[in-house]
């Protein structure tokens, strides 16, 4: 089995939530947070500043650790590292060549009523997301090995 490091941006702007549409006609239509895998020897938070500008157009940094997750496919386990992370600027724009070959076929801010009446991930998003950002957090979260729905 294939064994992948990934990490993801979760970027709060005016009490909404960066995300974007993983759509493929026939197979699957979700929203998640922008993020992916690792390349070479670049950090893990180079990682996640690269994967929101290719996903989304948009320039962060990054503030904390959130989130590690486990997740796994008949072909492939992977753990993912999800970073709260600021916006600096820039235009929100799926149009590069790395989102599209991912079938990314939108991207914006989106509230919390979205996040509770679509098809979003990760699964956290939806459950206690929001009361550790309103509390403040004092060290990563571990979420359990959990089968991925759509690869």
Same mark, same amino acid.
């Given at each position: 089995m294939k064994q992948r490091i990934c990490v993801g941006a979760?970027?709060?702007?005016?009490?909404?939530?960066?995300?974007?549409? %993983?759509k493929r006609e026939g197979r699957y239509d979700f929203w998640v947070a922008? #993020?992916?895998?690792?390349?070479?020897?670049? $950090?893990?938070?180079?990682?996640?500043?690269?994967?929101?500008?290719?996903?989304? #157009?948009?320039?962060?940094?990054?503030?904390?650790?959130?989130?590690?997750?486990?997740m796994y496919t008949p072909?492939?386990? $992977?753990?993912?590292?999800?970073? %709260?992370?600021e916006l600096i600027d820039g235009e929100l724009d799926c149009s590069a060549e790395e989102a599209v070959a991912e079938y990314i076929v939108g991207t914006g801010f989106m509230d919390k009523a979205?996040?509770?009446?679509?098809?979003?991930?990760?699964?956290?998003?939806? $459950? #206690?997301?929001?009361?550790?950002?309103?509390?403040?957090?004092k060290q990563p979260e571990f979420i359990s090995l959990r089968e991925l729905a759509f690869y």
């Open positions: 979760l970027v709060i702007n005016n009490d909404k939530l960066l995300l974007v549409n %993983h922008p #993020g992916g895998g690792v390349k070479g020897t670049e $950090s893990l938070e180079e990682a996640t500043v690269r994967e929101v500008k290719e996903e989304t #157009g948009l320039n962060v940094s990054v503030v904390k650790l959130m989130y590690v997750e486990e072909e492939e386990r $992977s753990i993912k590292f999800w970073y %709260h992370c979205f996040l509770n009446t679509n098809e979003v991930f990760p699964p956290m998003l939806k $459950s #206690g997301f929001w009361d550790k950002i309103e509390q403040g957090w």
